[in-house]
């Protein structure tokens, strides 16, 4: 039996440690090969390889088209080991005017549309580079960058693009790592170009004189940037903020005094059909009562009409209402976590991801002067031998002819270098007759003169920063507002205007009847209900109060802790069946009880009251409650509740006790009041309240009693100051101390 012997060796590994290993290793390949750009070129490694596998295929801007697919092919057999649907729509991306401020790939074919509609198959779509990857791939053939292996080994690639045009900036970028995210929106590139040659002159300068120049995101689909210019400065200061971007929109005029708005640019990175599906289900819920109806009028530029409900809707209330519930108004978040040029990933500043560009933009200029310097110096030692040639033709010839090795000979003979005696040899007959000493002369003096240029830049810093000024400056010229693609698509309005949206105006507004059950049942029948109409309550439940309200009204809840409520009318559950626990709504505690129940009414007063008879008026805003602990609007002492919050609806208060006693006294001697214990009412001896009505004096008291209303007008004998303690009521008042009975 033959002994297996291992393959390698065998360590024992805690499996923590196995996993920590493992897992850092993904995440650094995902942080670094997969989902952050590097600060030079702005680009991620499948789209740098995208471009690279393009131009090997020489597919420039000059040239004609070939297939996504021959594309496509190249990229993942040579350079990128993933999916070609990944692959695919990275490129597709690319070549989309609508997701990338300076597209860097020409399409020809269906490439998908704003709507969200995704492109056709790579075998039926066409492509080519643009003058904006071809910027970004300048100098690639004269050693402007590294380049390293492929994953098999079999070719090379360029590790970063010397990339001419600030790219990261100019077209953003977004990704999700393992622990860490970017965001980087569009900018426009004249503004970024503004902005470094600023630096190169200032290197010293802050980032808020760099913000004087890029003022803000440009977004390829335009839009509204409402964001204040200090947010905007923070965000650029600190490489982390967000920007608030909304729809651009116009009224447009009809006959009859009637009007529509139309929607020309929507917000980056929204697709206009989910947009206009969201606004439509908004609609039928009937959650945009000022809008009647929504179009799509779009053909290859966007034209969204919203109708109004009616001309008397004010076009902003309209839009704030949209912008508030839809992404007519969106957020665009800044994070500018990028690759450095040591590969380490950090959230840089404005001013640090342009000098990070300009930097690079010195490395590519410095190598590309040495290599073309190599090549020079190349050139001028060929030249020499060719003069060489020139000047002893016949002898040249007579060595070749007999000698068997003549480069040696020719070495010997006439001093030449290897190089040099390579050339001539190399000389094709047909090129003798071009050997004239002149021409030869004049290609070696302008080349002279190029060298020491050359060695001139390399041998100046300032002469190298202006040689790379005039470079951006260049691109400024070639992709700057002069051009379509150039200009700026998103103004810049700061905040926008503060526009109050009315309650009514954000709920359709609809009547139903507020139904509170003794038990703390609550409902919202539709419609206002009959007087005599029949509610269903629980077993041993009944009603305790019945109002009739709206959608848009807001419910002002007064319970005996002195605590008012608010509850929204369109928040109420249904009129099916018995409603919700009011205590499911409001912070109610287990022992106060809800003690009235009121339609807010902006401007109406309110008469609050206790047991022991202590009260005062306060506004209705004032008890207004944004949570569900309600507000504390009325203090209380020991062994005391709130018991009444009664419309001020008249100038007279009638009030009456458990003890029978009944006070009339005029409204304006009780103070009105944002918050306290109040004053006293009526003074009681061993009792407390029973009822009060504000009442208008001239139209005298009345009170239901058998089913019939009975009205006093006679009321001298009750009418008094404030605080005393009354008289018994007139003949005929309720023995329930009650003026509804």
Partial sequence: MNQITPGGEIRETGLSDALSERYLAYALSTIVSRSLPDVRDGLKPVHRRILYAMRQLKLDPETGFKKCARVVGDVIGKYHPHGDAAVYEAMVRLAQDFAVRYPLVEGQGNFGNIDGDNAAAMRYTESKLTQVASAIMDGLDEDAVDFRPTYDGSESEPVVMPSA?????????????????????PHNVAELCDALGHIIKKPSCPVDELVGFVRGPDFPTGGILAEPGENILEAYRTGRGGFRLRARWEVEKLKQGLWQVVVTEIPYQVQKAKLIERIAGLLSEKKLPLLADVRDESTDVVRV?????????????LMEQLFRQTDLETRISLNMNVLDADGVPRVMNLKEVLRAFLDHRMVVLERRAKHRLGRIEHRLEVLGGYLVAYLNLDAVIKIIRNEDEPKPALMKKFKLSDVQAEAILNMRLRALRKLEEIEIKREHDRLSAEKAELESLLGDEGKRWRAIGAEIKDIRKKFGPETALGKRRSDISGPPPVIDVPMEAMVEHEDLTVVLSEKGWVRAMKGHLEDNAELKYKEGD??????????????????????????????????????????????????????SLVVHKPGDRLLLASAMGRGFVVEETEVLASTRSGKQVMNLDDGDKAMFAVPVDGDHVAIIGENRKMLIFPLDQVPEMGKGRGVILQRYKDAHLSDLKVFVKKEGLTWLTGG?????????????????AGRLPPNGFPRSNRFDG
Wanted: aromatic share 6%; charged share 20%.
């Fill in 165 to 185: 045009f600030p790219n990261l900036l100019a077209n953003g970028s977004s990704g999700i790592a393992v622990g860490m995210a970017t965001n980087i929106p």
């Fill in 305 to 317: 009409v919203f109708e109004p409900k009616n001309r008397t809707v004010q076009p902003e209330v």
């Fill in 542 to 595: 009944g009603p305790a109060f019945i109002l009739p309200a709206a959608t848009t009204s807001k419910i002002l809840v007064f319970a005996s802790n002195g605590r008012f409520y608010t509850l929204s009318g369109d928040k109420l559950p249904k009129g099916r069946g018995h409603g919700e626990p009011i205590r499911l709504m409001i912070d109610l505690p287990n022992d106060a009880e809800i003690v």
């Fill in 708 to 724: 019939r209303t009975r009205t006093e007008s006679d009321l001298k004998p009750w009418i008094g100051e404030r605080a005393q």
